[in-house]
């Protein structure tokens, strides 16, 4: 089945900077890629999502980058404020299925 | 904007006894998940529920475990026999399916501890 390995773990950055996390992915039929935001004690939220066909999708300060060929994606925040310390998940998901394979998280504090 | 709903937040029990925790999709989605996050770790998928019956589920999902849609509105998974490893948070969410639809949303999750 799908396995989906998420780096760094935990990653602080100075209010203002960018950040990036990335995640690696086994399933070559995997298709959908989604990443959600979940803060303490709180729902996962999507905040952006990527399909297979499309390498890149940007949506104000947050972007999403895909190489299918390598089999990684990468979340890309810029302009980082002290709301956006959450820890924040990757998923995938194959074609023929509807579960979605979640990485580990990666907890992102940003400093004010 | 509509949600997936889920009660109770918080749900207490004794090894060994059963429980139900419940949800509400969102009205309009057909497809219907139950996730478990144990705390600290990644979220983990337990099944997916279709046209009133299981259309996957992982190797969690074992016989003490049973979903069921009710009524019309309500979604609910429950644990036959509840184990100190049961304890984690559960999430239900929900979809509309489809190619263009595979986005899930997420319940705000029932806590489960296990005594």
């Given at each position: 089945?799908?396995?989906?390995?998420?780096?760094?773990?935990?990653?602080?950055?100075?209010?203002g900077?960018?950040?990036?996390?990335?995640?690696?992915?086994?399933?070559?039929?995997?298709?959908?890629?989604?990443?959600?935001?979940?803060?303490?004690?709180?729902?996962?939220?999507?905040?952006?999502?990527?399909?297979?066909?499309?390498?890149?999708?940007?949506?104000?300060?947050?972007a999403?980058?895909?190489?299918?060929?390598?089999?990684?994606?990468?979340?890309?925040?810029?302009?980082?404020?002290?709301?956006?310390?959450?820890?924040?998940?990757?998923?995938?998901?194959?074609?023929?299925?509807?579960?979605?394979?979640?990485?580990?998280g990666?907890?992102?504090?940003?400093?004010? | 904007?509509?949600?997936?709903?889920?009660?109770?937040?918080?749900?207490?029990?004794?090894?060994?006894q059963?429980?139900?925790?419940?949800?509400?999709?969102?009205?309009?989605?057909?497809?219907f998940?139950?996730?478990?996050?144990?705390?600290?770790?990644?979220?983990?998928?337990?099944?997916?529920?279709?046209?009133?019956?299981?259309?996957?589920?992982?190797?969690?999902?074992?016989?003490?475990?049973?979903?069921?849609?009710?009524?019309?509105?309500?979604?609910?998974?429950?644990?036959?026999?509840?184990?100190?490893?049961?304890?984690?948070?559960?999430?239900?969410?929900?979809?509309?399916?489809?190619?263009?639809?595979?986005t899930?949303?997420?319940?705000?999750?029932?806590?489960?501890?296990?005594?």
């Amino acid at each position: 089945g799908e396995n989906v390995e998420q780096h760094p773990s935990t990653l602080s950055v100075q209010e203002g900077d960018s950040a990036v996390i990335k995640c690696t992915y086994s399933d070559s039929a995997s298709n959908y890629f989604p990443w959600y935001k979940q803060e303490l004690g709180k729902r996962p939220q999507l905040i952006i999502d990527i399909r297979s066909n499309v390498g890149e999708k940007k949506d104000q300060r947050i972007a999403v980058t895909l190489n299918k060929t390598a089999k990684h994606f990468s979340l890309h925040i810029t302009e980082t404020q002290p709301e956006d310390s959450a820890v924040y998940f990757c998923a995938a998901k194959d074609t023929g299925r509807r579960a979605l394979t979640f990485g580990s998280g990666t907890r992102l504090q940003v400093q004010p | 904007e509509p949600e997936v709903t889920q009660t109770p937040s918080h749900q207490v029990t004794q090894m060994g006894q059963e429980v139900i925790l419940r949800c509400v999709p969102i009205s309009n989605h057909l497809y219907f998940y139950w996730y478990r996050q144990i705390l600290g770790q990644k979220v983990e998928f337990l099944v997916s529920f279709y046209n009133n019956e299981i259309s996957e589920k992982s190797e969690i999902f074992d016989d003490q475990f049973s979903v069921e849609r009710p009524d019309g509105s309500n979604f609910t998974l429950k644990i036959r026999s509840t184990k100190l490893e049961d304890s984690a948070m559960y999430f239900c969410a929900s979809n509309q399916g489809g190619l263009s639809t595979d986005t899930q949303y997420f319940g705000p999750g029932t806590r489960l501890t296990v005594l």
